[in-house]
């Protein structure tokens, strides 16, 4: 099925780095949407977007929705150990039920 | 944020029978439910969307007579494993749409997960 672009697939950053990850996409979207997923469990909504250029900040993660309506950003400061973690983008796009996710990007901390 | 519930979370069933797996939206009204199916280290795939009061849509290459799902409520949701095998086992997540208008429309929220195995 369809996909969003999501990089990088894995990151290995020492504890007390920031982490920056992203979604491009082909298609415009209205809603772009961060989730974090811990093993074993379901994902967990960290940042939701809705209008272009909006940037939203949850704790120490913010996020973007790009101007151009095709990519979004996700920022995380001085990581700690419970960032560990598959972060996922998410998108929906104009009058679409379905959400279209990135493939994900595996975060590592190293204490 | 809102709060989506999956039951069981873990469930092991013997090959040939039938498994259901629950999914509630505890505090909104979902008009709309997806169910996932995810495989180790990879990301999540759509098997169906469901509508309250309708027929679910499924995803091409999932079988509707295999995997029967039922969307009787604003807030429940079952997916049912009929004559389960063990490339079944895996673990299916649902999520729920809301009901709201603008932002809170288009917000949709998972559930915990459930890992179904087939022996």
């Known amino acids: 099925g369809q996909q969003l672009n999501q990089s990088p697939q894995s990151m290995f950053i020492q504890e007390g780095e920031d982490v920056s990850m992203n979604c491009t996409s082909s298609s415009i979207f209205n809603t772009w949407l961060w989730y974090k997923q811990d093993p074993g469990e379901g994902p967990v909504l960290l940042i939701a977007?809705?209008?272009?250029?909006e940037l939203t900040s949850n704790g120490r993660l913010t996020a973007q929705f790009g101007i151009t309506r095709k990519d979004s950003f996700l920022n995380i400061s001085a990581s700690i150990p419970s960032d560990v973690g598959i972060y996922f983008c998410a998108g929906l796009w104009q009058g679409a039920q379905k959400l279209v996710f990135g493939q994900g990007t595996r975060l590592t901390i190293n204490p | 944020g809102a709060v989506v519930s999956q039951h069981p979370s873990r469930v092991i069933c013997k090959s040939g029978t039938s498994v259901k797996i629950e999914c509630r939206s505890l505090d909104f009204q979902a008009t709309t439910m997806f169910w996932y199916r995810q495989f180790p280290k990879q990301s999540l795939m759509l098997m169906a969307t469901?509508?309250?009061?309708?027929?679910?849509?499924?995803e091409q290459g999932v079988e509707k007579d295999k995997f029967l799902i039922n969307h009787a409520s604003l807030t429940l949701s079952t997916l049912t494993v009929t004559s389960a095998h063990p490339e079944d086992s895996s673990f299916y997540i649902c999520?729920?749409?809301?009901?709201?208008?603008?932002?809170?429309?288009?917000?949709?929220?998972f559930g915990e997960g459930s890992w179904l195995t087939v022996v």
């Open positions: 999520s729920a749409r809301g009901t709201g208008t603008g932002g809170d429309g288009n917000t949709i929220y």
């Open positions: 469901s509508n309250e009061g309708s027929k679910a849509t499924y």
């Open positions: 977007l809705y209008k272009a250029g």
